[in-house]
C-alpha cells in the first residue's frame, strides 16, 4: 500500500502479515488444479496482481502481506481467505477482529495511505485521531497502523501513553508519565533526548489515548514542547537507519476541535503539525447493510446465521438507531459469540 517505501517484512502477532494452513494450501492446490494452473503459473501472477516469489512463499507457508495472500486466494477463486490462514482458520476472535477492520473507516485510511505515498523519504508523522464517544478509535488506529503501514517495519517499539481519568489533567502531569516510560527524568529536554535515542535504534509508534483529558489549553505545549525539539532534533543527523517515529493523538470524546490545534491538511502539510484525519462518522444503515453483506460468508459461519437482513436490524437498533459505532461493533461480537472488550484488550496500539 505504501508504494515507494521498502523496508524489511514486519513478524509480529497482530497480523500485519500471515501464512497458510496446510489445510488451507490444500484447499489451495484443488482449486488451482481445477483451473489449470501450477504452482507458480504466469496466469496466476498476472490475475493476482502479485509476483513469483510471492507465490513461492505462500507455497512455502512463509509469511506474507494480508493483501498479497488475499490476492492470491481470490485468483485461484477463494474469497473467504482467512480460512486458509493459519493464523485465522480456526481463531473466531481473530477472524472477526480481521473484518471489523473493514468497516467504515475508509476515509482516514486513505488519507494516512496518501500521507506516506506522497513522499517515499518521510520518517515522521503525527496524527490527529477524533471522533465522538464510542467511535471506535483504538481500532481505527490500529487498522491504520498494522494494516496500511505495519507489514514494512520490523517490530516497533510501542509506546502507549493513557491519560488518567480525573477532572483535570495538566502539561506537567504528561511529562512524568513520558519521563516513567522513556525512563529518564521528567525534564522535557530530557524527554526529547531519550525519545531520540530510542528512534536511532528502532521504529517509535507513540500513541496518547484519552488526550481530551489533558486540559484544553495544553495540547500544543506538547506539540511545540515535545514534537517539534525531537523532530529538530532528528533533523540534526544523517540518520541512515529505517527508523520511523509515528505519534497518534486520540481523542475519545469528540473535544478536538476545542484543542486549538496547529493541524494540517495533507494538501499543506508540514511536519510540525499534526495531520488532521477527519472525524470518524457514525455508521449509517445502508453502510452497515453493505458491510454485513460483503462478509456474510464470513459472518454467518461465526454466527451460525445467515439471515443479514434480521441482522442488519438487530444491530442497528443497538446502536441506538445512530450507528454508534462501538455499540454496532459490539452486538456484531456478540452475535459471534465475542466479546468486543477483550477484543479492544487484544489491541496494543
Known amino acids: 500500500m505504501i508504494n515507494n517505501v521498502k523496508i524489511p517484512h514486519c513478524k509480529n502477532k497482530y497480523m500485519a502479515s500471515v501464512k497458510a494452513s496446510d489445510d488451507g494450501l490444500k484447499i489451495i492446490d484443488k482449486l488451482r488444479k481445477q483451473k489449470g494452473w501450477n504452482k507458480y503459473d504466469d496466469r496466476w501472477v498476472y490475475k493476482s496482481g502479485t509476483s513469483q516469489p510471492s507465490l513461492k ?3 512455502q507457508k512463509t509469511r506474507i502481506r494480508i493483501s498479497t495472500f488475499q490476492e492470491i486466494c481470490q485468483a485461484v477463486g477463494e474469497n473467504d481467505w482467512q480460512s486458509i490462514t493459519e493464523e485465522f482458520g480456526n481463531n473466531k476472535p481473530r477472524k472477526l477482529q ?4 473493514s468497516l467504515n473507516y475508509q476515509s482516514q485510511s486513505r488519507l494516512f495511505e ?3 505515498n506522497a513522499d517515499g523519504t518521510r520518517k515522521s508523522g503525527c496524527f490527529l485521531v477524533h471522533g465522538k464517544y464510542l467511535s471506535g478509535q483504538e481500532l481505527l488506529v490500529n487498522r491504520l497502523f498494522y494494516h496500511e503501514f505495519g507489514s514494512y517495519l520490523q517490530t516497533p517499539h510501542k509506546f502507549t501513553i493513557n491519560l488518567p481519568d480525573r477532572l483535570e489533567v495538566y502539561i506537567e502531569d504528561l511529562w512524568q ?5 522513556f525512563g529518564c527524568a521528567d525534564r522535557v529536554t530530557d524527554i526529547v533526548e531519550s525519545a531520540y535515542n ?3 535504534e528502532e521504529t517509535i509508534i507513540l500513541t496518547f489515548k484519552h488526550l481530551d483529558r489533558l486540559y484544553k489549553t495544553e495540547h500544543q505545549k506538547l506539540l511545540d514542547q515535545f514534537w ?3 523532530l529538530e532534533r532528528m533533523a540534526r543527523v544523517d540518520n541512515k537507519s529505517q527508523s520511523y517515529f509515528l ?3 486520540v481523542d475519545n470524546q469528540g473535544m478536538a476541535d476545542s484543542w486549538n490545534l496547529n493541524c494540517c491538511q495533507l494538501e499543506n502539510w508540514q511536519p510540525y503539525h499534526p495531520l488532521d484525519l477527519k472525524p470518524i462518522e457514525s455508521f449509517g444503515k445502508d453502510m452497515l447493510g453493505r458491510w454485513l453483506n460483503k ?3 464470513i459472518l454467518g459461519e461465526l454466527m451460525d446465521n445467515n439471515d443479514m437482513p434480521n441482522i442488519l436490524e438487530r444491530v442497528w437498533r443497538k446502536s441506538r438507531e445512530e450507528g454508534t459505532p462501538e455499540l454496532a461493533i459490539a452486538e456484531i461480537c456478540s452475535l459471534c459469540g465475542c466479546n468486543w472488550d477483550s477484543i479492544q484488550q487484544s489491541f496494543d496500539l
Open 228 to 230: 517539534l525539539p525531537l
Open 295 to 297: 462478509n456474510q460468508n
Open 98 to 101: 480481521e473484518i471489523l477492520y
Open 247 to 249: 505519534v497518534f493523538l
Open 57 to 59: 512463499k505462500f507455497w
Open 198 to 200: 530510542y528512534w536511532e
Open 114 to 116: 496518501d500521507f506516506w
Open 177 to 181: 508519565i513520558l519521563g516513567e516510560k
